[in-house]
T-cell receptor, first 110, second 111 residues
Framework: QKEVEQNSGPLSVPEGAIASLNCTYS??????FFWYRQYSGKSPELIMF????GDKEDGRFTAQLNKASQYVSLLIRDSQPSDSATYLC??????????FGKGTMLLVSP | NAGVTQTPKFQVLKTGQSMTLQCAQD?????MYWYRQDPGMGLRLIYY???????DKGEVPNGYNVSRLNKREFSLRLESAAPSQTSVYFC??????????FGPGTRLTVT
């Protein structure tokens, strides 16, 4: 059974701070890793994906992958109230389907 | 482009009734998916279609059937609705598998 674990939160950070969201996965053969953002009452939308160990940066977002530790994280710099949402981690092996975590709720206070 | 569309947006059923959730995409994607999302449970895959003409079970297929009508459309049918099927249902599609594009969701309540 493939599992993706996330702390459900809420993770509360003040505006301007760095938010750190974490995810662990059980399938050591996982090859692709995704972060989706879901606002309340809306559908998920992709923020970033990462395939290789290390960091990948896109604007205020940085995804970090450590395959040896089976750990992927998302850092959000200069957090804004508009970043308040649930963040879903998802992993994939090859051409298989995505396995989603249950999500972490992020609250950014002004 | 409308992306992924789903109908209806909301539905209330009585136990034992049947209904079909419709999904269509205009992005010429090969793969389409049906998920359900329950509080505290994340997104769980019900069925998927890797390409036109094929369908496969996901994590929670019991009580559901699907039809890939053509490349654009992928429907989900509840033959005899049960209260445990109260959920938000999302359809998604992808081409390369890098990004799944989600529809707006259908909120289903079974009483």
């Amino acid at each position: 059974q493939k599992e993706v674990e996330q702390n459900s939160g809420p993770l509360s950070v003040p505006e301007g701070a760095i938010a750190s969201l974490n995810c662990t996965y059980s399938d050591r053969g996982s090859q692709s890793f995704f972060w989706y953002r879901q606002y309340s009452g809306k559908s998920p939308e992709l923020i970033m994906f990462i395939y290789s160990n290390g960091d990948k940066e896109d604007g205020r977002f940085t995804a970090q992958l450590n395959k040896a530790s089976q750990y992927v994280s998302l850092l959000i710099r200069d957090s804004q109230p508009s970043d308040s949402a649930t963040y879903l981690c998802a992993v994939k092996r090859g051409y298989s389907t995505l396995t989603f975590g249950k999500g972490t709720m992020l609250l950014v206070s002004p | 482009n409308a992306g992924v569309t789903q109908t209806p947006k909301f539905q209330v059923l009585k136990t034992g009734q049947s209904m079909t959730l419709q999904c269509a995409q205009d992005m010429n994607h090969n793969s389409m998916y049906w998920y359900r999302q329950d509080p505290g449970m994340g997104l769980r895959l019900i069925y998927y279609s890797a390409s036109e003409g094929t369908t496969d079970k996901g994590e929670v297929p019991n009580g559901y059937n699907v039809s890939r009508l053509n490349k654009r459309e992928f429907s989900l049918r509840l033959e005899s609705a049960a209260p445990s099927q109260t959920s938000v249902y999302f359809c998604a599609s992808t081409d390369s598998g890098h990004e799944q594009y989600f529809g707006p969701g259908t909120r289903l309540t079974v009483t």
